[in-house]
C-alpha cells in the first residue's frame, strides 16, 4: 500500500485523509505545522458561507458534494452544516438580470433554487430595507459550514481510523529520487512518502519552491468583522449555540456593494470585498507554532478600520437594524487566490507522486478532497477536474507578476457581473502571433487566452455588410449576447464558405513527440492507430481508464520517428511528458507552440490562391485529406496539414516563427484576387459548430464517454494494441447512452443563448447548453446540449435564456455538408 504524507490539517487535508481512510488506504500522516486543536490557517477562522450556486458545473458540483459530506460529519447529534439557506438580493436592475442567469445555472447544475420577488426576501430576511431590494435568489440548500469543527471531528475520526496527525510539526523540505518524491523533512527526521499532498492553503507557494514548482496561487487579506449584539436578535436560546449553529436567517449575499452576511447568534458577521487588494507573503508570517488561539494566528491580520468604511455604510443602509450596533471586532483574514478564480489541483508536471490540493475554498473543501482521492485511488475523478488543473496554466502564466496582478483583479471582480465572454484588460500582449501587427491593421477586435491575443473579427471587413446577401443577413442581438460581438462575424463567416478566408490558427498548442519509442508511446495513449505512414493526420482521442475523455488530438506523423501534436490545452503536454518520461528513454516532448506559427487557408476558393503562391501539388492526388507534408510557399518553407474545422477545402498552412509576417503577406495578396478576406475567431466558432466540431472542456470532458459525447468514430475499432481506456471503451460501445450531446436550433430563428442555459422538456430541466452560435446554413441560432439519450431527433425542448424559455429543437447533425463534399474536393 502507498504511503501519503498530506501536507495541512486545514479543511482540504483532513478531508483528505478521511476520503483515503474510507477507500481503504491505510499509511496516512498528516504533517500540520500549528498546533492540531487550531492549526491557524485559513480554516480556523472562516465564516463557512456555503452560497453553492457558480456558472460552472465543476465548482458547484464540488459545493454540492461538500455540504452532503459536512452534513454527516456529526458528534452528540450535531452535525457540521447548518443548512439556513442562501439568499442573494439584487438592489440594482443589472443584478437582478444577473439572478436570473444564475438561477439558470442552478437549473443547468441540478440545485433547486428560486427567484424570489421583493417581498419574499423581506418575509425571508426582515432586517432588510424594503426600499433597496429589488428581488433575490433563494437556494434552500445553502447554508453555514462548520468548518473548524469538521476539521476537530475529522482528526478525531481518521486518527480512530489508524491516520497518524503530527502537529506543530512543519515540512521544510520535500525529499525526492528518480524523478520521484520519498519524503517530507521534518525537524530532527523524515517522513516517508511515495505520495505527497500539499493541502497547505495560502502557503502552498512555499510548499511549491521546495520542489521549483510554481504555484500560481497569491495570499490576499480580506476583511471580516462582528457587530455588537443586534437588539432585535438578542436574547435568543440559539445565541448560546456553538459558531454555526447560532444561526436561523439564511446567508446573504449584497453584491452590489461587494458584501456577504451571516448571524453569529445576536451579532452580525460581515464580510468584504470591495477594499484595495492586499497581498500577503506567506513566508513572512513565519512558521507559528506557539500562542495560536481565536484571536492569534497567522492568518489573521489586523483590522484595517479605514478600508471597512464604506462597506459598514453600506451594511446600515441594506440592514437598518445595524445602526444601532458598533463594529465589536474585526480582521483582515488570508485565503489564495489565483488568476482565474479556480483551485489548484493535482499532480505536479515536474515531480512524481507530488500532488497538490490549494486554493481550495471550505464551500469546495470535500468535494476536492474526494476528487483528490480518486485520482489517487482510482486514476480519475467523477466529477471533472479540467478546469482546476495545476497544469491548466501556460508558463506565461506562472510568472509571479503575472499571478499576482491577475490574482488581485479577481479579487476586485469576485462579486461583479462579468460577461463570458469578458477578457482581462491587463497584462495584455503577452502572446502575439507573428502576424499580429499586421492583424492590427485591419482593426483586428482581440480577446484573450492563455495569454495569446486572438483576432475575433476584423473592422477591416465592416464594408462587405453592405454587399452580405439578404440571406446571410445577421438577426439582431438582445444586449446581452451582443456584447463582444460584431456583424462583421457574419461577413467572415459569409467569405468562408463562399470564397476563401484566412485564421490565425498560432494560438493552438503544438508539439512534437520523437524518438524511436513515440510510435509506441502515442499508441498507448490514444483510440486511433497512428502507425500509418508519414504524412497522415489521425484525429484521435485521449481517454482515462474508465473511458472518460481527457481530450482530442491530432496525430500527424511527420517522418517514421517524429509525429507532430495539435492540442486542445497545456495539460495535454503535461500528460504526455510524463507519460513519455515513464515509458523512459527513446522519446523526447517538445512544445514548438511559440517558436512556429499557422495560418488557416479555408474556402471553396482556397486552392486557386496557394497555387498563386507555390508550385507543389495541392490537387487530391498531391495531398489528400488528412494529409501532411512539406511545401515550399513564396519561398517560405512550410508544413501543410489538410484539415479544417471549418469545414471547407483548405489547408492549415504553418511556419517557424521568422517567417510568419511574410508568410500572411503572401497570401494575403495573393488572395486578393480571389475573394479572400482575414477572419477571426468569432466566424470560426459559428462554422466549427455548423460541422459538428466538438470542444474538449466546452462540450465535453473527463464525465463523458465517447459514444455519448458523439465522438466514437474517432475510436478505431480494429486496433489491437493496448491502449488506455480501451478496456472501457469495449465496454461502453455496447451500451446505449443515457444521455448525449445533441444539436439543437431555435425555432425562431433569431434568439442567442451563450452556452451553460439549462434545458426543459415538459417543464423539467433534463439538461444543459455547451457551446453556441449562429448557424448560417440553417439561419437559425444553434446550441450543443447534454440531454437525455432518450430524447431523439426532432423533438421539441425549451431553453432558458434570462428566465424566458425559447423553443428548440433536436436537430440532424452536422448541419452543413454531412457528406463532406466541400473538403474533400
Ligand atoms: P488552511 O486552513 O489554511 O490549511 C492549511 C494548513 O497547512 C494550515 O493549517 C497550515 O498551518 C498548514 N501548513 C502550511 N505550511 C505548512 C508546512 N510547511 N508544514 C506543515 N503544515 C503547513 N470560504 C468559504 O467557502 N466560505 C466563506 O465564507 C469563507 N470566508 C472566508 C473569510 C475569511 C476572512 C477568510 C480568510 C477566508 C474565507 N474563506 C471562505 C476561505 C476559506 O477559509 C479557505 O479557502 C479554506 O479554509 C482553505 O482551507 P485549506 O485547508 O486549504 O487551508
Known amino acids: 500500500t502507498q504511503r501519503v504524507v498530506i501536507i495541512g490539517a486545514g479543511i482540504v487535508g483532513t478531508n483528505l485523509a478521511d476520503e483515503l481512510v474510507s477507500r481503504g488506504w491505510k499509511d496516512i500522516t498528516v504533517v500540520e505545522q500549528g498546533p492540531l486543536h487550531m492549526p491557524g490557517g485559513s480554516t480556523s477562522h472562516a465564516p463557512g458561507l456555503v452560497f453553492q450556486t457558480t456558472p460552472s458545473k465543476t465548482m458547484t458540483h464540488l459545493a454540492r458534494y461538500t455540504v452532503q459530506k ?66 433575490g435568489l433563494h437556494i434552500p440548500s445553502d447554508g453555514l459550514a462548520l468548518a473548524a ?74 476583511q ?47 464580510g468584504y470585498y470591495g477594499h484595495r487588494p492586499m497581498p500577503v507573503v506567506a513566508s513572512s508570517l513565519g512558521l507559528t507554532s506557539q500562542n495560536v488561539d481565536e484571536k492569534n494566528m497567522p492568518s489573521r491580520l489586523e483590522f484595517t478600520t479605514e478600508d471597512f468604511a464604506p462597506a459598514w455604510t453600506e451594511s446600515q443602509k ?44 471550505v464551500t469546495h473543501s470535500a468535494g476536492v478532497a474526494r476528487a483528490l482521492a480518486e485520482v489517487l485511488t482510482e486514476g480519475r475523478s467523477q466529477i471533472d477536474m479540467t478546469e482546476c488543473e495545476l497544469t491548466r496554466f501556460e508558463e506565461i502564466q506562472l510568472s509571479h507578476d503575472y499571478v499576482s496582478e491577475t490574482s488581485q483583479q479577481n479579487f476586485v471582480e469576485i462579486y461583479d457581473i462579468l460577461h463570458p465572454l469578458q477578457p482581462k484588460e491587463s497584462p495584455r500582449t503577452l502572446r502575439t502571433s507573428p502576424f499580429y501587427s499586421r492583424e492590427k491593421d485591419l482593426g483586428a477586435y482581440f480577446l484573450e487566452l492563455g495569454g495569446w491575443e486572438r483576432p475575433f473579427w476584423y473592422e477591416a471587413n465592416a464594408g462587405l455588410l453592405n454587399s452580405l446577401p439578404a440571406e446571410w443577413k445577421p438577426v439582431e442581438r438582445d444586449s446581452w449576447s451582443s456584447q463582444f460581438y460584431s456583424p462583421i462575424v457574419a461577413a467572415e463567416a459569409w467569405k468562408t464558405r463562399n470564397a476563401v478566408a484566412m485564421f490565425d490558427m498560432t494560438s493552438f498548442h503544438r508539439f512534437e ?79 514548438i507552440t511559440g517558436s512556429t506559427c499557422c495560418i488557416g487557408l479555408w474556402g471553396p476558393r482556397a486552392r486557386d490562391v496557394i497555387r498563386a503562391i507555390s508550385s507543389d501539388d495541392f490537387s487530391n492526388k498531391g495531398l489528400p485529406y488528412f494529409g501532411v507534408k512539406n511545401a515550399i510557399i513564396n519561398g517560405i518553407p512550410t508544413t501543410v496539414f489538410r484539415k479544417s474545422y471549418v469545414g471547407e477545402l483548405g489547408w492549415e498552412i504553418q511556419t517557424s516563427a521568422e517567417y510568419g ?129 432518450n430524447l431523439g431527433e426532432g423533438a421539441g425542448v425549451e431553453i432558458e435564456y434570462f428566465g424566458r424559455r425559447i423553443a428548440a429543437t433536436i436537430t440532424v447533425e452536422p448541419l452543413y455538408d454531412p457528406e463532406m463534399k466541400k473538403m474533400l474536393t
Request: net charge neutral.
Open 318 to 361: 441594506l440592514l437598518p437594524a445595524l445602526r444601532s450596533t458598533q463594529i465589536e471586532d474585526g480582521f483582515n483574514g488570508i485565503f489564495s487566490f489565483t488568476p482565474d478564480g479556480g483551485p489548484v489541483f493535482g499532480q505536479a508536471p515536474n515531480l512524481d507522486g507530488f500532488y497538490v490540493a490549494e486554493a481550495v475554498w
Open 661 to 789: 509576417q511574410r508568410l500572411w503577406d503572401a497570401i494575403f495578396q495573393a488572395g486578393k484576387n480571389h475573394g479572400l478576406v482575414a477572419a477571426g475567431r468569432g466566424a470560426f466558432n459559428a462554422l466549427r459548430l455548423e460541422k459538428g466540431y466538438r470542444t474538449y472542456g466546452i462540450d465535453m470532458n473527463t464525465e463523458h464517454n465517447p459514444y455519448e459525447a458523439g465522438v466514437g468514430h474517432m475510436i478505431r475499432a480494429s486496433k489491437w494494441e493496448e491502449y488506455v481506456g480501451k478496456s472501457a471503451v469495449d465496454r461502453l460501445s455496447k451500451q446505449s447512452p443515457l444521455r448525449r450531446l445533441r444539436c439543437l436550433t431555435v425555432d425562431d430563428g433569431r434568439s442567442m443563448v451563450l452556452g451553460k442555459e439549462p434545458v426543459f422538456k415538459n417543464g423539467k430541466a433534463v439538461g444543459y447548453v455547451t457551446s453556441s452560435a449562429f448557424g448560417y446554413t440553417v439561419r437559425k441560432p444553434m446550441a450543443y446540449a447534454w440531454l437525455p439519450g
Open 224 to 270: 471580516y468583522a462582528k457587530t455588537t449584539t443586534v437588539p432585535a436578535l438578542a436574547g435568543r436560546d440559539l445565541n448560546n449555540k456553538p459558531n454555526g449553529l447560532n444561526a436561523t436567517l439564511p446567508i446573504l449575499r449584497h453584491q452590489d456593494q461587494d458584501l456577504y452576511f451571516r448571524e453569529h447568534g445576536g451579532q452580525y458577521g460581515i
Open 149 to 222: 469543527r469538521a476539521t476537530q471531528l475529522l482528526i478525531e475520526s481518521t486518527s480512530k481510523a489508524g491516520v497518524r496527525y503530527l502537529g506543530s510539526t512543519p515540512v521544510t523540505g520535500i525529499e525526492r529520487a528518480n524523478g520521484r518524491v520519498t519524503g517530507v523533512t521534518i525537524p530532527g527526521g523524515t517522513v516517508p512518502a511515495d505520495i505527497i499532498v500539499s493541502c497547505a492553503g495560502f502557503w502552498g507557494v512555499e510548499i511549491g519552491k521546495m520542489v521549483g514548482l510554481p504555484i500560481p496561487l497569491l495570499p490576499l487579506a480580506h
Open 70 to 135: 459536512l452534513q454527516s460529519i456529526e458528534k452528540d447529534g450535531q452535525g457540521c452544516f447548518n443548512q439556513v439557506g442562501g439568499l442573494e438580493v439584487a438592489t440594482t436592475p443589472a443584478r437582478l438580470e444577473d439572478l436570473k442567469r444564475k438561477h439558470g445555472y442552478a437549473s443547468s447544475w441540478g440545485i433547486d433554487a428560486r427567484l424570489v420577488s421583493a417581498e419574499e426576501c423581506l418575509e425571508m430576511y426582515p432586517h432588510l430595507n424594503k426600499d433597496m431590494v429589488l428581488g
Open 513 to 591: 513527440v520523437a524518438g524511436p519509442g513515440a510510435l509506441q508511446l502515442l499508441q498507448r495513449l490514444t483510440t486511433g492507430d497512428i502507425a500509418a505512414n508519414p504524412g497522415t493526420i489521425s484525429w484521435v482521442l485521449l481517454l482515462n481508464d474508465q473511458g472518460g475523455i481527457r481530450s482530442d488530438i491530432f496525430v500527424s506523423r511527420l517522418e517514421e520517428n517524429v509525429f507532430q501534436i495539435g492540442a486542445n490545452t497545456a495539460t495535454d503536454l503535461a500528460y504526455i511528458s510524463r507519460e513519455a518520461r515513464r515509458q523512459g528513454q527513446w522519446v523526447q516532448v517538445r512544445d
